[in-house]
């Protein structure tokens, strides 16, 4: 009886140091993955981008790299990367968006790609609030300005379009909060209720006040579909839906999904200056 009970105590002694390492040290070292080192954008000189400086309400100022739009009075693209890699890793994947004459601005997260700071839910909020203060700044409002969430940026691009209204809004692999992503991976520690970063998009989705696009893979297994046909049956319309069969979380891109991208742009008449 007392070696029973020594072992449930010893267990819930294991169970709660657990915990407490989860919350208290290491929780956002299993949710973010920034490459920490400098990018050099000299090796991205054929995007056409430019190195820019963004400074946060919190005074850190980021780097990022923007590229204005081909027409004076085009749209600009300004995308929140998922939790890994930096800027630099998204180029390629986005050249189409380039070449179509688009305004760019790839937002640089705090504690990536060489900028001060830690990443956490509401640093990176107040990140996307300096890109679009420095969009302000070049005479680029909200709408002319396309929000793309790429994986956790969706949770950013989410919560910017349910408080104001822009010209579009596109989620990449979305979620409906990341507590419940941790639950569907850490399925035997009670991880939806001690998530400190929780980026709830289905509890805000129905506020969006943009058209929007949702796009996942039918095979993610980072992100299970099931999330993201959630998200989008809870929004409002306008509206549209691209599951892509046998895509998975990080190669949707090799399903020509830029092409249709840029084809639910022009249907809301939102054109770069190579289709002008």
């Known amino acids: 009886m007392y070696y029973g009970l020594a072992s449930y105590l010893a267990l819930l002694i294991l169970f709660g140091f657990i915990v407490f390492f989860i919350l208290g040290f290491s929780q956002r070292s299993f949710l973010y993955f920034p490459s920490k080192e400098p990018i050099n954008i000299s090796n991205y000189d054929y995007t056409g981008m430019k190195e820019v400086e963004l400074t946060t309400s919190d005074g850190l100022v980021l780097k990022s790299w923007f590229k204005k739009p ?3 009075e085009g749209y600009t693209i ?11 890793d998204r ?17 640089e997260y705090r504690g990536y790609g060489g900028n001060p700071g830690k990443p956490t839910e509401k640093g990176l909020y107040n990140d ?21 969430g790429e994986s956790l940026g969706c949770g950013i691009a989410a919560k910017l379009s349910s408080e104001n209204a822009f010209a579009a809004t596109i989620l990449e692999s979305p979620y409906t909060s990341i507590a419940d992503v941790a639950q569907r991976h850490y399925w035997y520690l009670p991880a939806k209720w001690i998530v400190l970063d929780r980026y709830e998009i289905l509890a805000i989705i129905n506020n969006i006040k943009s058209p929007l696009m949702v796009i996942h893979g039918e095979k993610d297994n980072v992100i299970s579909i099931e999330f993201g046909k959630k998200v989008f ?13 046998n895509a998975f979380h990080n190669n949707l891109f090799e399903f020509n999904v830029d092409e249709k991208i840029l084809g639910f742009l022009e249907k809301r008449g939102i054109y770069g200056s190579k289709y002008q």
């Open 91 to 107: 180029v390629e994947k986005f050249k189409r968006f380039i070449a179509s004459g688009h305004g760019l601005l790839f937002l």
């Open 128 to 148: 996307a609030l300096a890109a679009l203060k420095f969009l302000s700044k070049q005479y680029i409002f909200s709408d002319k300005i396309i929000l793309y």
């Open 233 to 245: 049956d809870a929004a409002p319309e306008p509206k549209e839906a691209l599951f892509v069969p």
């Open 70 to 72: 081909n027409a004076q």
């Open 78 to 88: 300004l995308i929140f990367h998922g939790n890994a890699g930096h800027i630099g």
